[in-house]
């Protein structure tokens, strides 16, 4: 791993000292507190995304893990691992009507209106999603637009690709939706559907199959 890389998976732990100083050496309001707590927690992440995204954009890649130089998609993760590790931070998103639409947006991705999302359903990618109108996505659901495999010569790779779903698509429950993958609209995508694994939305290069 570059130095950059570890640098930035530091990143999680910058976040919580953030969040421990403003609920502990804040003055004593509690809305100043308060103030701080949510800034780490939701605008500083999605603040260093941005920033990391404008000069390390993620592409659809096909990259090797030990490499020596940087890869970008490491960065975003890392920036992104707190939401990974506590679901509950997004999950009550989507309890309220296009919250977490309007919240994937701010990250990158497009997505489009009348989005039904379960609570437990999750974006493990947040700038890499296309999603049309009125989707359904069924409990426990995830969408992960990287895979890491080893190929024949024991190196471990890394391949990175957006994800588009189609409007009036129905993802069922406990799907997992895998890079590249594209859904057409209008489409039902069966309950415990694993798509990078060669069904009928896949879309991988040949050397991930």
């Known amino acids: 791993m570059s130095l950059g890389g570890k640098l930035v998976s530091l990143f999680p732990l910058l976040q919580i000292l953030g969040i421990a100083a403003c609920a502990y050496a804040l003055p004593q309001s509690a809305l100043v507190r308060l103030g701080g707590i949510l800034f780490f927690l939701y605008a500083f992440p999605l603040i260093a995304f941005r920033l990391h995204n404008w000069f390390f954009p993620l592409r659809r890649s096909l990259s090797e893990i030990s490499a020596k130089q940087y890869i970008p998609w490491w960065g975003a993760y890392s920036i992104q691992s707190l939401f990974m590790a506590m679901p509950w931070l997004e999950s009550w998103m989507k309890t309220i009507p296009g919250l977490y639409s309007f919240w994937l947006r701010l990250w990158g991705s497009r997505v489009g209106k009348g989005i ?16 049309g109108d009125n989707v359904v996505v069924g409990y426990d659901s ?48 069966p309950a415990n559907t694993v798509t990078y694994r060669g069904a009928r939305h896949t879309c991988l290069p040949e050397e991930m199959q």
């Open 116 to 131: 039904f999302w379960a609570p437990t359903s999750r974006v493990e990618d947040r700038s890499l999603l296309d999603i």
């Open 142 to 189: 995830c969408f992960v637009a990287h895979l890491v495999k080893r190929d024949p010569a024991g190196e471990l790779k890394l391949f990175v690709s957006p994800i588009k779903v189609g409007s009036g698509a129905l993802i069922g429950a406990l799907c997992r939706i895998g890079p590249g993958t594209q859904i057409v609209e209008n489409s039902q995508v």
